[in-house]
């Protein structure tokens, strides 16, 4: 495929145009092709598309643009990581193929500048009209940039074309082009010349004069130096040089002092030169990440190492973003730093941005300069200031992604995050020399987690253990471990340096609705927070919830691992929990705290009860206002949700106990335990249940010691604790007896006849499914009927009993399909499989299996997955099928490996006999 992009935005498949109706989709198509084989975000779409104030619905629009344009392209546009790819080289697009061939035209010059110009004038027939015509005006900047390309690429072809005496030939197109752009003084020099060699050095005057009036009434100006000196060896009549000779220039060289010791990065360093010999037009907005990263050290590091690249000099400016001042950079005062240090003089300088922008660019239209913009607030600030010579390269840094830059600019995004083990250790070892480090290698691992791989805080600890020679690595360590007082520990009394000091500079930006999200996030355990949990916590609705945590999330003060899923480092916890102590008081955070634990309780009740219809259920009345629940439609959504929030569960139950919600911490520790029996996470679920027994016992609510207390005996069968298992349900079935709850203590039973089963005590484990059915039967529990049913059935089978335990567990799957229990179902084929394997009847076994394997996947129910597949594998072998065993077997092995089961080597074993 062909993609045309120098005049209409147009697609090729060979000789065929391929249909691209709407501007909106020509926009998309064209915000593609600049940018060929790599991610552009659905953001940058937009911006491509809306240049400013995009409607709601502009994320909705753009994904159905790209799947017109699909229907269009077929798999030329594909996804990677939630972000479009257009699948096609540089050379599949004309403005590609364009520069890479201005690019070996400048390569050529050296040798062959009649060559060379060739070479360009051929790239130049590729233009059919202004580039990028017909789409929405979000890419009108980069319709300029290619414009300033192409004109450049052109003086420069006719430049060789006057070194080798062609200066007749060029007069007609260069005053054609004067005529359009009469304050291009480069342009204007050419037709000088051009006029003067061709005997016309009247006219050649005649321009200068023109030139004159122009600036003097448009700019108040006068035309540059260059331009001047070639007027006055022209009225000298003098050999007139091939093109005007350059006056001898102000070289800047405004780089700060290399960064000393710099270590890590390498990746980045790798990217960010690969892109430099590309030898296109490269803005690097998103050397970009969170405070104290590194970004500044990357940038001037790399700097310094390609600065031979560019003779013309290396620009600098500490835009001051995030600054503790507060008061950013404005362009035009960046603008006339850079003015000044390439040596205008301070007369020539017009008074407006606009005007100061384009003598700016004017500047550096024939210059190879690197341009270092350090810490960026945001596009805004940076558009003024980037050059419009393709010779040129800008290294923007920024806490901002500066999106907009990406998509209309063409920016390439280089992001920096937190160091690598490796990396930090290495940091150290600059700071502190490698001899100090191997002594205390423990220390150092602590060093380096408790200051969260964060450049900075390393940089501080190092510099506080040098300062201090006698405090030892671990007694360094020791004063960081309470992350309370580890931003204290990291103040050394220069607020360049502060830790705390560099986020503030970040907090202080921010609306006043992201400040307060940003302080209440300190309340939520970690590790990381959805969008309604946040929502929850400040008590505002999803929308402005979502506005908030992104522009927290363009500050750099979280981050986004997962869509939705919002998260920041430990320092970044410990600042914001300091933030919340100062600008929230107890009553404030304490509400905070009840609404974010609503949000938890309320969907996982509603999750459990979804994944076990049957199940007991709290009666937890309404959610306190402001709260958002999260709506779960059915048990494949609720399983994915308690997938997403397993690890902020337990976090969840000890903060809850912790801050004096003992019976939200019981309540939901009893929620997820059924989840988490299945996911297998054990032997956090019984750290779950000790923290929540605790609550519950100095809370005094009986109800939820005993509930937990079975949940924690169904968690120490899992993991062959018997004894402890035993003492737990003792616990709660006298519990049970004292508030004379029947249910409890039907499941009390019935839980103790597993325990039994797992002993080989299979009569002791058949008469607690007894009593478990008549306590259930009392209570008129049908669910509980069911259950101690199949209990029953299941362990007539182990007696030998296969006939009875049939009858058993038939009536335990009817009653189960009445109460609507997928997971007693399942069970229960498991029980009649295994019923009709020891009657030998292996066809009804397989089937019966299949039945349960089929609920248990859908349930996500790993464990009984496991053991079910195992007793398919014993059928088969029964039956003769040793390699359909194997099969099943194998299945089966992977997931008792992911559990750390015992029987994962039993297995194994059995899987090492021969499969036929």
Known sequence: MEFRLLGPVESWRGAERLPVSSRHQRSVLAALALSPGRAVSVSALVDAVWEENPPASARRQVIKLVSRLRATLGDAITTRSGDYVLNAEPSQVDVGVFEEAV???????????????????????????????????????????????????????????????????????????????????????????????????????????????????????????????????????????????????????????????????????????????????????????????????????????????????????????????????????????????????????????AEQAALYRSQLADRRILVVLDNARDASQVRPLLPGSAQCLTVVTSRDALGGLIASEGARAVPVDLMSTAEAHDLLASRLGQERLDAEPQAVSDLIELCVHLPLALSVAAARATLTSMLSLAELAGQLRDVRDRLHALDIGDTGVDVSAVFSWSYRTLSAAAARMFRLLALHPGPVISVSAAASLTGTDRVRTRVALVELTRAQLLTEPGTGRFAYHDLLRAYSAGKACEDEDEQARQDAMHRMLNHYLHTAHAGVLLLNPPNDRLFLGRPRPGVVVDELADDEQAWQWFTTEWLVFAAAVERAAGAGFATHAWQLAWCVSSFSIRAGHWRQLVATQLVAIAAAERAGEPQGQAWCLRELARAYIRLGRHADARDSLRGAIALDERRGDLVGQARGYNTLGIVAYAQDDYQEALEHGESAYALFHAAGHVAGQADALNAIGWMQTQLGRHREALRYCDEALALHRVVGSRHGEADTWDSIGCAHHNLGEHRLAVSSYHNALVLYEKLGARHPQADTLIRLGDTHRAAGDRRAAHDAWRQALPILDDLHHADADVLRARLAEPAA
Not at 169 to 175: I, M, N, R, S
Not at 226 to 234: A, G, K
Not at 306 to 316: E, H, M, S, T, V
Not at 335 to 350: C, H, M, Q, S, T
Request: aromatic share 4%; with cysteine.
């Open 103 to 353: 690019a070996e035209a400048r390569q050529l010059a050296v040798t062959d500048p009649a060559g060379a110009a060739d070479v360009v004038r051929k790239a130049l027939s590729l233009w059919r009209g202004p580039a990028l015509s017909g789409v929405t005006p979000g890419l009108a900047v980069q319709a300029t940039r290619l414009e300033e390309s192409r004109l450049t690429a052109l003086a420069d072809a006719i430049d060789w074309e006057l070194a080798t005496g062609g200066h007749a030939a060029v007069v007609a197109e260069l005053t054609v082009l004067v005529a359009d752009h009469p304050l291009r003084e480069r342009l204007v020099g050419q037709l000088m010349v051009a006029l003067h060699r061709s005997g016309r050095t009247t006219e050649a005057l005649g321009v200068y004069r023109r030139t004159h009036e122009r600036l003097a009434e448009d700019l108040a100006l006068t035309p540059g130096a260059e331009l001047q000196q070639l007027h006055v060896t022209i009225l000298r009549d003098d050999a007139v040089p091939t093109a005007p000779a350059p006056p001898s220039r102000t070289v800047p060289r405004q780089l700060p002092c290399a960064v000393a010791g710099f270590t890590g990065r390498a990746s980045q360093l790798k990217e960010l030169t690969a892109l430099l010999d590309r030898d296109e037009t490269v803005v690097i907005s998103a050397i970009n990440g969170t405070a104290g990263v590194g970004k500044t050290a990357l940038a001037v590091h790399w700097a310094h190492q390609i600065a031979d690249r560019f003779p013309d000099g290396q620009l600098y400016v500490n835009l001051r973003g995030y600054d503790p001042s507060g008061e950013p950079v404005q362009p035009a005062e960046a603008i006339r730093g850079f003015l000044d240090a390439l040596g205008v003089p301070a007369p020539r300088i017009p008074t407006g941005l």
